[in-house]
T-cell receptor, first 118, second 112 residues
């Protein structure tokens, strides 16, 4: 039973390029969350999605960042025109649907994508 | 919004000792408190959680306590082992919300 999968694990981009980070949730999970982690800091919420719907994007910068979770395929976090300050670890987590009751609050994280902007 | 403070930022113990990590939260509407363990180069792993209708929960060598009045909760690890070395994050989540607010983490080092 595969857990949350993220790829690539490491991504190097030059300033101005685009970065695409992918996340496949755990089997049976329909909700996906993206977080950013800077060195020696906690996880900062970015966006919360379900299939074909953004539920909460209050933590995502208004410019250059976008996220989607299509009906088929993985969730994608896209960063356009990357800058050095975007260098961080980006984690995806998934959870069951709210119909799962208490289990819906439990989030399971992927291994992360470490983005380095040169 | 919710604010979660976590202490200490670093904790060094000898194998076999106990370790305690403390967190406080600001929003009295928070009612779900998960704890995550993050090993080097990996994603956070949910290790234990507690809901506001209980004051304590235990799972083998780890336990969590919650004081709703004081708005603080703690993680207790007994008989620590070197493999417990990791960064531990606490989080608080409001009722009806699926988005936790995380503390800044505690780096636990267990010396053999």
């Amino acid at each position: 039973n595969a857990g949350v999968m993220q790829n690539p694990r490491h991504l190097v981009r030059r300033r101005g390029q685009e970065a695409r980070l992918r996340c496949s949730p755990m089997k049976g999970h329909s909700h996906v969350y993206w977080y950013r982690q800077l060195p020696e800091e906690g996880l900062k919420f970015m966006v919360y999605l379900q299939k074909e719907n953004i539920i909460d994007e209050s933590g995502m910068p208004k410019e250059r960042f976008s996220a989607e979770f299509p009906k088929e395929g993985p969730s994608i976090l896209r960063i356009q025109q990357v800058v050095r300050g975007d260098s961080a670890a980006y984690f995806c987590a998934s959870s069951p649907s709210p119909g799962a009751g208490r289990k819906a609050y439990e989030q399971y994280f992927g291994p992360g994508t470490r983005l380095t902007v040169t | 919004g919710e604010n979660v403070e976590q202490h200490p930022s670093t904790l060094s113990v000898q194998e076999g000792d106990s370790a305690v990590i403390k967190c406080t939260y600001s929003d009295s509407a928070s009612n779900y408190f998960p704890w995550y363990k993050q090993e080097l180069g990996k994603g956070p792993q949910l290790i234990i959680d507690i809901r506001s209708n209980v004051g304590e929960k235990k799972d083998q060598r780890i336990a969590v306590t919650l004081n709703k009045t004081a708005k603080h909760f703690s993680l207790h690890i007994t008989e620590t082992q070197p493999e417990d070395s990791a960064v531990y994050f606490c989080a608080a989540q409001k009722g009806g919300s699926y988005i936790p607010t995380f503390g800044r983490g505690t780096s636990l080092i267990v010396h053999p």
